[in-house]
């Protein structure tokens, strides 16, 4: 997976501000440590921690016709589980 570029609109700099969450934040994840899997509709669910140690859960999905560039459709804070497998997953790659 590459992504080397994130689209932005309102939408979903909204939606991330009701979870708390920055674009700047977002893509710090996704530049970052993170860890991805697939989700639905081909998404992918990148988690990680942002540069000041927030863990995050960003989602995102590949732009028709345009390779490597991704819109973000939600980025909050990582859940317990998620934090948990993605420490399980960075512990595995060691």
Do not use: C
């Amino acid at each position: 997976m590459t992504i080397d570029r994130l689209e932005w609109d309102d939408w979903n700099t909204d939606h991330l501000a009701k979870h708390g969450v920055t674009p700047q934040q977002a893509a710090e994840v996704i530049a970052g440590a993170s860890i991805a899997r697939e989700t639905y509709k081909g998404r992918l669910q990148v988690i990680g921690p942002t540069q000041h140690g927030v863990m995050l859960s960003v989602v995102v999905g590949p732009v028709p016709d345009q390779p490597g560039s991704y819109y973000v459709f939600s980025a909050r804070p990582a859940s317990r589980k998620e934090r948990a497998f993605y420490q399980h997953q960075q512990g595995a790659s060691l």
